[in-house]
Antibody, heavy 120, light 107 residues
Framework: QVQLVESGGGVVQPGKSLRLSCVAS????????MFWVRQAPDKGLEWVAV????????YYADSLEGRFSISRDNSKNTLFLQMNSLRTDDTAVYYC?????????????WGQGTLVTVSS | DIQMTQSPSSLSASIGDRVTITCRAS??????LNWYQQSPGRAPKLLIY???SLQGGVPSRFSGSGSGTDFNLTISSLQPEDSATYYC?????????FGQGTKVEIK
């Protein structure tokens, strides 16, 4: 079955960097666009970034102001999120998610999330 | 960015009640609208895609409707396991956005 497992979260100081990973299994990873979505404590969902199946195109939420970078390694079935110049309002659970193949316009599989806490 | 506004922010209903959640887009988005359910401590789950199509494995008491700017998610007969937060999400624009969520509680 489809499985997405995030890792790399933790406590980091403001201004520092962190790299999240998401290992996929149970499907042909290289055939799907992949996403990052985050959720601040007791808040709603926020779409963060998307990368196409071949890694050639990426899009980001305006709120990130160019600080994050999404990438993938299809040979290792792994999605990444490089987060730089972290701020306290980046504190959230970060989910990786797979595009819904029927419409390419939804997210049909999600990981369990990894918590990033930005604090001094 | 396209803003998505859900109402109400929360509701409390009894088992067997019919429940409707509304989502309004700040501009027309055709039927590029999806609904997700998130139970406490869990990842979101896709319920409805393209406004009205039921995702596989989702109970038929869930339904979606609408197009343009106004959309509804309806639970025809509320069950205990439906206690969760529900989010709409638009995919009309390249930068997707979610509604702020509607928390459904059981009386």
């Amino acid at each position: 079955q489809v499985q997405l497992v995030e890792s790399g979260g933790g406590v980091v100081q403001p201004g520092k960097s962190l790299r999240l990973s998401c290992v996929a299994s149970g499907f042909t990873f290289s055939s799907y666009a992949m996403f990052w979505v985050r959720q601040a404590p007791d808040k709603g969902l926020e779409w963060v970034a998307v990368i196409t199946s071949d890694g050639s195109t990426t899009y980001y939420a305006d709120s990130l102001e160019g600080r994050f970078s999404i990438s993938r390694d299809n040979s290792k079935n792994t999605l990444f999120l490089q987060m730089n110049s972290l701020r306290t309002d980046d504190t959230a659970v970060y989910y990786c998610a797979r595009e819904f193949a029927v419409t390419n316009d939804a997210l049909d599989s999600w990981g369990q999330g990894t918590l990033v806490t930005v604090s001094s | 960015d396209i803003q998505m506004t859900q109402s109400p922010s929360s509701l409390s209903a009894s088992i067997g009640d019919r429940v409707t959640i509304t989502c309004r887009a700040s501009q027309r988005i055709s039927t590029y609208l999806n609904w997700y359910q998130q139970s406490p401590g869990r990842a979101p789950k896709l319920l409805i895609y393209t406004a009205s199509s039921l995702q596989g494995g989702v109970p038929s008491r869930f339904s979606g409707s609408g197009s343009g700017t106004d959309f509804n998610l309806t639970i025809s007969s509320l069950q205990p396991e439906d206690s969760a937060t529900y989010y709409c999400q638009q995919s009309f624009s390249t930068l997707w956005t979610f509604g702020q969520g509607t928390k459904v509680e059981i009386k």
